[in-house]
């Protein structure tokens, strides 16, 4: 079992900054990555970036790439997600999620985070 705990999320005006930290505890040895996901009510869930748990590889939906950086944060055993240049239709609960392969699918993250909401809004 892996537990996940995210926080940073909150409110913040177009084109402001967010910082997402999701941190694991427990059998973090079967962790081949970590992802970042966003979901809203009636869509569906959509991988926003993930990173390798060595932090080689790295991520980024089309979306996202040149405004989000995902690291890895070794002190918390986790990662964080760096949101720039924040847009209305960014606005989510962004979950943290890890699987035991490099992989985009959504479907083979085994563990997941409770949420966080990021509202971008003026």
């Known amino acids: 079992q892996v537990q996940l705990v995210e926080s940073g999320g909150g409110l913040v005006q177009p084109g402001g900054s967010l910082r997402l930290s999701c941190a694991a505890s427990?059998?973090?040895?079967?962790?081949?990555?970590m992802g970042w996901f966003r979901q809203n009510p009636g869509k569906d869930r959509e991988l926003v970036a993930s990173?390798?748990?060595?932090?080689?590889?790295?991520y980024y939906a089309p979306s996202v790439k040149g405004r989000f950086t995902i690291s890895r944060n070794t002190a918390k055993n986790g990662m964080d997600l760096q949101m720039n240049s924040l847009k209305r239709e960014d606005t989510a609960v962004y979950y943290c999620?890890?699987?035991?392969?490099?992989?985009?699918?959504?479907?083979?993250?085994?563990?997941w985070g409770q949420g966080t909401q990021v509202s971008v809004s003026s």
């Open positions: 990173i390798s748990w060595n932090g080689v590889s790295t």
């Open positions: 427990g059998s973090i040895f079967s962790i081949n990555a």
């Open positions: 999620a890890t699987s035991r392969d490099w992989t985009t699918d959504g479907a083979r993250y085994d563990y």
